[in-house]
């Protein structure tokens, strides 16, 4: 009696607990699986488009651009580049994190205007810097499509020009120019960098670096409050 009493109350249980462990296995093992397909065709869309998430030290976005978003300011979102941007890749000047001046082998870097490149690696060199370009060249598609989502973002084709040039009178288009980040390197920049003739030329991006030849004689120019002053842009 006691036999029967305890046994088949129980009896029904494991196999259904069995059949539920071997349910929850089999939906782990999915799951997993789903998950590392997941990280596979991730990580191969990275490797073929831009990959965003570098210039996140100020705020990521698509990083693609300038370090604190591709705007350089808050309150971007990540929503814009799914048309045009998605076409666009390390050929228009995108690039991935931790590239610096020495990686020639991106457009970004490798159309930097020459004396800018080499002023640059002179100065990491020098100062062993933790240095980082986060945007150097950039195409006209690419800018244009900078300009296009800092309209969005910004609600005004005027307050986007405080940070975004357009296409055909962008530094960075003509390889002039360049976005730059690293741990203490852009502060070595900001007090040594005029002495290699590196110079910050607006006051809302710390990261952008422009090379003026006068600069280790006469210092760098003033800064401009920021691009909309500019009148290399108008
Ligand atoms: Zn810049």
């Avoid at 002023?119 to 244009?144: F, N």
């Avoid at 006469?218 to 409050?225: A, T």
């Amino acid at each position: 009696m006691s036999r029967t009493r305890t046994s088949s109350p129980r009896r029904p249980v494991s196999p259904t607990a069995a059949v539920v462990t071997a349910l929850l296995l089999l939906a782990a093992v999915a799951v997993a699986a789903g998950c590392l397909g997941a990280a596979i065709a991730q990580s191969a869309l990275s490797a073929v488009a831009a990959p965003p998430a570098s210039a996140s030290d100020q705020t990521s976005g698509v990083s693609v651009v300038e370090p604190g978003g591709a705007l350089g300011a808050p309150g971007r979102t990540e929503s814009q580049p799914v048309g045009q941007a998605s076409r666009l890749g390390l050929a228009d000047g995108l690039l991935p994190g931790g590239v610096t001046v020495f990686d020639s082998g991106y457009p970004a870097v490798a159309n930097l205007d020459p004396d800018l490149l080499q002023t640059l690696q002179a100065a990491v060199t020098t100062g062993g810097l933790d240095l980082y370009v986060t945007s150097g060249w950039r195409s006209e598609a690419y800018q244009k499509q900078l300009l296009a989502d800092a309209i969005d973002t910004y609600g005004s084709e005027a307050e986007a020009a405080r940070w975004v040039a357009p296409a055909d009178k962008s530094l960075h288009v003509a390889g002039q120019a360049v976005d730059l980040t690293g741990d203490g390197a852009l502060e070595w920049l900001a007090e040594h960098g005029s002495a290699f003739g590196l110079c910050q030329i607006y006051d809302n991006e710390p990261w952008h670096y422009e090379l003026r030849l006068n600069a280790p004689a006469e210092g760098c120019p003033s800064r401009y409050p920021d691009a909309s002053w500019d009148p290399r842009l108008r």
